[in-house]
């Protein structure tokens, strides 16, 4: 098999080519910044699969002095088929020279073998100054595209692919700050067709990322849903000693009950971040806000941490087993049978046994003891609410190019999901809404197929533009 | 797989399922297990599991309890069916033992119990319980988790449905022990006792209905052991009333014949109490293995796991993640001296200018000079020294502004600075407009220039 293809990204200072690195290499922690002159040395981002490296690219920093250089390169007369040699002589030679430092370093993976991308910023003129360096890239003959990256609004494109087209077979558009999955895959294929020596690594990186994709997909809905599912479920008790609970328990019980469930969405949004490899955003988004009537909380009150319904229950069961005999033990399913007589007087017995064990005390503590629960969440809107917010930032995400720096401003409109799903979707969620409400296994069940759903409507989404 | 295996799993993943690239190369060894999760599952764990100081695994250690109550709750419901057969079958040669009571006990009630497995059972295939207190999982939880004080096993869970079918054959298994039990009791209790069997109620039920009845229960053996299949003659002598509590002399003389039914009541509890049991004992134990499987699998983290195992590692990102790349100006970024521009100079030299442009491109900063001088981007680096020698008094240098400054213009201003007494940098804007650049490039070039030691040079 081939060696791995490598590419050097390279170009002037400035023109993006950190920018193009970071989006095709998911990589937010690329330097990418309007100073010319970021990027000093080149580096390396390989796309592996299972330890197999597919291709590598390589970001390199901008040419400061191309004419110089190709000053040295043509001070001798030099045939077509040796110029690679000269530009190979002239890194080695000029190494250690700081005042090539730049040169060198873009030059080096070209002379070890990579491919050249030359990246050009299509909103500015064209200009004679660009010829040193494109005529350098020419000397070391390697298999070569350019790639035109519209930085601003006004557009000089044409202007440069006639320029271009003197220099390279192969010319593109490609904007890194629009992390397009078609546009992404569209490159792959372009580079593709550089060597067809390399033609079967890249075939394999598009299925690669075709599938990748695809699991960063499912593992978004899967998180979403699972998060929804135990958002709606989710409880909080204090124990309390008195009778009655003061409202500033209630209120405090409350606020943690809130806090909760914000973390569990703060959890999940940073969750799907990771899956889509933003691990640095700066976002400003408003938190879950929780109207105080949405919630729900109750008090009851409990012996050996079990509430009067649930000891009336057990003590029925105990009655059970005894009347219908020893199949029942250890089933509890089955309290038929003979069994509702001694159900009814063991369900008695321990209602009234809970009375007077509540007042028990030993060491100075009751036995029984008050429980305030905060929760399940009761609001029909809630599980919309954040499904909303989830699908939107899993959008937002999933869309956002690693090579945008600025602050992510994240304000989700209440209305995204009835814009983004369809009326039938919007149907069978909320039907699985009501089924995950009821936290047992159905609801398992429910989760299951709700992040189903969600995965056909986000790959519907995605997978497209 | 064993309950064990469902525990010590439990542990693993959560050790072992964040290094996804050890579970990619295990899956691509054992690829062909891909479509058998629980095997490679298995196959995985064995590669894993640590045993401690006693040979055991700390699943092996936290599930024995479970096959200590299987043991223990399957000898009481023996010795319950071996004293409720002593008890029913009580005879103290006054009045004869009736039969009926024998088979509701050994019978009729595991009978009717075995509907309610069934019902369990099919309960379990279908949901599982809402009030989750109630489940066995629960309290078979409760109970290890009150055996064990350990760290690692104090997190295990058990899944409910898993739970409620090892309770369904716990049950079983103590069903048959119950029913061996009593068939025991009732050996022992022939062998050692004369016992007169009858049969009693006040039921109108005569000899013939009883018959029908003895007979449809013997139906699965009549054929082939009719001596376990009570005959009507014995059945009709075996009618018992206690009417004044006088024994009819004439069941007195055949108190012989009455022991005759025990085959019947033998083979009624082997096949109905026993046999039955056991066949609901398989279905439990098929039911058991498939909920394991199922419980196996929803582990937390096992599908990621298995997920890792089959699918590709996809790696992409800096190869060196920690090298810093980039070093950015921007920190340095001080207050530059500006230049002020003036309306004239000695002259203006374009940089990567055409020279007919040059003059209205000045016009367009608002400035102009007596003398042009343009340095092509084409030419080459001798030609270009050779212009800007031509260089003297106050120079302006347009350059555009949308371009990064590089060195190679450095070394120009260099060259130019020894000629000249002062240079002025103007960046200019986009064509066709020029005039002077944005703010935004401006502030560029300025911190560009900044950091290059060029004397009697500044930006606007
Ligand atoms: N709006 C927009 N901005 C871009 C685009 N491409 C690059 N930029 C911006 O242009 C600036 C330069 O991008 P870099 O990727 O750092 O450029 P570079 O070529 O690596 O520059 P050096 O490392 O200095 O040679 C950054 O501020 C980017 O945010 C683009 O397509 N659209
Ligand atoms: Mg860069």
Redesign the interface.
């Known amino acids: 098999m081939n060696k791995a293809p490598a590419f050097a990204v390279v170009g002037?200072?400035?023109k993006g080519k950190?920018a193009i690195v970071s989006a095709l290499?998911?990589?937010d922690?690329?330097?990418v910044?309007?100073?010319?002159?970021?990027?000093?040395?080149h580096?390396?981002?390989?796309?592996?699969?299972?330890?197999t490296r597919l291709y590598?690219l390589i970001?390199t920093p901008?040419?400061?002095?191309?004419?110089?250089v190709?000053?040295i390169l043509r001070k001798e007369p030099c045939p077509a088929d040796k110029r690679f040699e000269a530009v190979r002589a002239f890194v080695r030679r000029y190494k250690d020279n700081p005042r090539f430092a730049?040169e060198i370093e873009l030059l080096t993976p070209i002379v070890e073998g990579a491919g050249i991308v030359y990246v050009v910023d299509g909103s500015?003129?064209y200009?004679?100054?660009?010829?040193?360096e494109m005529e350098i890239l020419r000397w070391t003959g390697q298999p070569s595209m350019a790639l035109i990256n519209r930085i601003d609004e006004?557009d000089f494109t044409d202007a440069w692919r006639r320029a271009l087209s003197g220099y390279f077979h192969i010319i593109r558009t490609f904007d890194p700050m629009q992390a397009h999955y078609t546009q992404h895959l569209a490159l792959l294929e372009s580079m593709a067709q550089m060597d067809e020596r390399w033609t079967a690594s890249l075939k394999r990186s598009v299925e690669?990322?075709t599938?990748?994709r695809k699991?960063q997909i499912k593992h978004s809905a899967e998180t979403i849903a699972r998060t929804v599912s135990e958002a709606l479920c989710h409880t909080e008790s204090v124990t309390i000693a008195a009778d009655v609970p003061d409202e500033s328990q209630k209120t405090m019980l409350m606020e943690r009950y809130k806090e909760s469930l914000r973390n569990m969405e703060a959890h999940a949004k940073t969750k799907i971040e990771k899956i889509w490899?933003h691990s640095r955003i700066q976002k400003s988004e408003d938190t879950l806000s929780l109207q105080n009537d949405d919630l729900f909380s109750e008090k009851s009150a409990e012996l050996f941490g079990?509430t009067r319904k649930?000891i009336v229950?057990?003590g029925a069961?105990t009655g059970g087993i005894g009347g219908?005999?020893?199949?029942?033990?250890?089933?509890?399913?089955?309290m038929?049978?003979?069994g509702i007589v001694g159900a009814i007087g063991g369900g008695t017995a321990a209602y009234f046994a809970f009375e007077k064990l509540s007042d028990i005390e030993i060491l100075g503590r009751k036995l029984g003891s008050y429980t305030m629960r905060a929760g399940p969440m009761k609001s029909r809107n809630f599980p919309y609410v954040l499904l909303n917010r989830l699908l939107y930032h899993t959008m937002r995400i999933a869309t956002l190019s690693h090579a945008k720096r600025e602050t992510l401003h994240l304000q989700p409109d209440t209305r995204f999901v009835e814009r983004y799903l369809e009326e039938s979707d919007r149907k069978h969620l909320e039907t699985l809404h009501r089924k995950m409400r009821?936290?047992?296994?159905?609801a398992q069940k429910a989760r299951l197929s709700y992040a189903e759903h969600l995965k056909r409507v986000l790959e519907r989404k995605l997978l497209s533009q | 797989m064993k309950l064990s295996d469902y525990f010590d799993l439990q542990t693993l993943v959560k050790r072992h399922g964040n290094d996804k690239a050890a579970l990619r190369t295990f899956g691509l060894a054992h690829a062909s297990l891909f479509a058998q999760p629980p095997k490679l599952l298995h196959v995985w764990m064995r590669e894993h599991i640590r045993k401690e100081n006693d040979g055991t695994t700390p699943g092996e250690h936290y599930a024995r309890p479970i096959a200590d109550i299987a043991f223990w709750s399957n000898l009481v419901a023996c010795i319950f069916g071996l004293t409720a057969a002593f008890a029913l079958l009580h005879y103290n040669g006054k009045e004869p033992v009736n039969l009926l009571y024998y088979l509701f006990a050994a019978v009729a009630l595991p009978l009717l119990t075995m509907i309610g497995s069934v019902a369990a059972m099919v309960r379990a295939m279908r949901t599982h319980s809402a009030m989750v207190r109630f489940s066995p999982a629960y309290w078979l939880q409760r109970i290890l988790g009150f055996l064990h004080k350990e760290k690692e096993t104090r997190s295990y869970r058990i899944d409910p449905l898993l739970g409620d079918w090892i309770a369904i054959r716990r049950a079983q298994s103590m069903g048959v022990c119950y029913g061996i039990g009593i068939l025991a009791g009732l050996l022992v209790t022939i062998t050692l006792h004369d016992v007169a069997f009858v049969w009693s109620t006040t039921l109108a039920i005569t000899p013939d209905a009883f018959e029908r009845f003895v007979k449809a229960v013997a139906f699965p053996w009549r054929d082939w052991m009719p001596q376990a299949v009570p005959s009507a003659e014995l059945i009709a002598q075996s009618r018992y009333f206690r009417l004044g509590g006088e024994i009819d002399p004439e069941m007195v003389a055949k108190a012989q014949r009455l022991g005759e039914w025990w085959p019947f009541l033998a083979m009624a509890t082997a096949v109905y109490t026993i046999g039955l049991r056991m066949l609901l004992w398989a279905v439990a134990y098929v039911g058991y293995a498939h909920a394991l499987r199922k419980a196996v699998l929803r582990i937390e983290g096992v599908e990621a796991l298995l997920e890792a195992m089959r699918e590709p590692t996809v790696r992409t990102g800096a190869e060196h993640p920690n090298r810093s790349v980039g070093d950015s100006l921007s920190h340095r970024e001080a207050e530059a001296t500006r230049a002020v521009l003036k309306g004239a100079y000695d002259i203006v030299v374009g940089w990567a200018c055409e020279k007919e442009k040059l003059p209205a491109v000045a016009e367009s900063v608002g400035t102009s000079a007596s003398r042009y001088i343009a340095i092509e981007g084409s030419e080459t680096y001798e030609e270009k020294r050779a212009e800007l020698q031509k260089i003297s008094g106050e120079a302006l240098f347009l350059v555009k502004g949308w371009e990064p400054p590089i060195s190679e213009f450095a070394d120009m201003l260099e060259v130019a600075s020894e000629y000249a007494e002062a240079i002025t940098v103007v960046p200019v804007g986009l064509p066709p407009d020029y005039g002077i650049a944005d703010e935004r490039w401006l502030s560029v070039w300025r911190r560009w220039l900044q950091m290059q030691p060029i004397e009697k040079t500044e930006v606007i």
């Open positions: 002037h200072p400035n950190s290499a998911m990589d922690t690329v330097a910044s309007d100073v010319p002159g970021t990027t000093k040395r580096s390396a981002y390989p796309f592996e699969v299972d330890g590598t970001d901008g040419f400061q002095r191309p004419a110089e190709l000053e730049d500015k003129p200009g004679s100054e660009y010829e040193a006004s690669s990322f599938a990748y699991r490899h079990l649930e229950t057990a069961v219908a005999g020893i199949d029942l033990l250890f089933l509890g399913h089955t038929f049978l003979g009821k936290c047992d296994e159905e």
